[in-house]
């Protein structure tokens, strides 16, 4: 599903946080990306959301190009995609339901179909108890869950998860990874950012580790 072939991202002042990289993540698979900081973990998910563009070589979605689509395709390529975010990037003036209604708003969803499918996710990862509530009322782990039902309400083909556990407990953590891979089960194809190596390794799915934004290795599941 997704080929990256010989990209490089360079920034300005010239540091390239990803180098000559070329690998492959099947469709339907749950991968882990591992390395140290700055290793280039939140640049290669980045490239993926044409949240950043890549400064040479191809990376393929299904044969598609995406470092050639011009801007005006970005938004429909983004609702392909789920982004979950270590800082849960929440809105605390807006309800639960509110958050997680906002990209089927954005994408011009029917407002008569929006209740059943926010109920529907929030039901999905514990939360529909909670859907009239204001983020800043629940725990860290309850507003990560709250990320994830914001990224998967659009039923999308691929979920981007950068460090969705770094503030997390060991318990919840492995709630959070439950949860990503009931989602995988159903044949959405996960990708997730992650320096936790004994979660990992617990877990036993496909590893991909980068160092100084290139690849140093793969490790079957």
Do not use: C, W
Not at 56 to 85: E, K, S, T, V, Y
Not at 112 to 130: F, K, Q, T
Not at 201 to 217: I, N
Request: no cysteine.
């Amino acid at each position: 599903m997704i080929r990256f072939d010989r990209v490089t991202k360079r920034y300005p002042g010239g540091h390239e946080a990803i180098a000559e990289l070329s690998l492959e993540i099947p469709r339907g698979s749950m991968t882990f990306v591992t390395g140290h900081s700055g290793a280039g973990k939140s640049t290669l998910l980045k490239l993926i959301a044409l949240l950043e563009r890549p400064t040479r070589g191809q990376i393929l979605i299904d044969g598609q190009n995406i470092a050639r689509l011009p801007a005006r395709a970005i938004p429909r390529h983004r609702r392909r995609i789920g982004m979950i975010f270590q800082d849960h990037r929440l809105l605390h003036d807006r309800t639960v339901f509110d958050n997680v209604a906002l990209p089927l708003v954005i994408a011009g969803t029917d407002p008569r179909e929006i209740p059943r499918r926010v109920r529907a996710a929030l039901d999905r990862v514990g939360l529909l108890r909670h859907e009239r509530a204001r983020p800043i009322t629940l725990s860290s782990g309850e507003q990560q869950r709250v990320g994830i039902a914001r990224a998967v309400v659009n039923r999308p083909d691929l979920l981007l998860a950068d460090e969705p556990t770094g503030n997390l407990d060991p318990e919840l953590s492995r709630e959070i990874m439950r949860l990503f891979e009931r989602f995988n089960e159903i044949g959405t194809t996960i990708l997730i950012a992650s320096h936790d190596l004994a979660l990992i390794r617990e877990l036993r799915h496909p590893v991909v580790r980068l160092q100084q934004g290139r690849l140093a290795g793969r490790e079957a599941a």
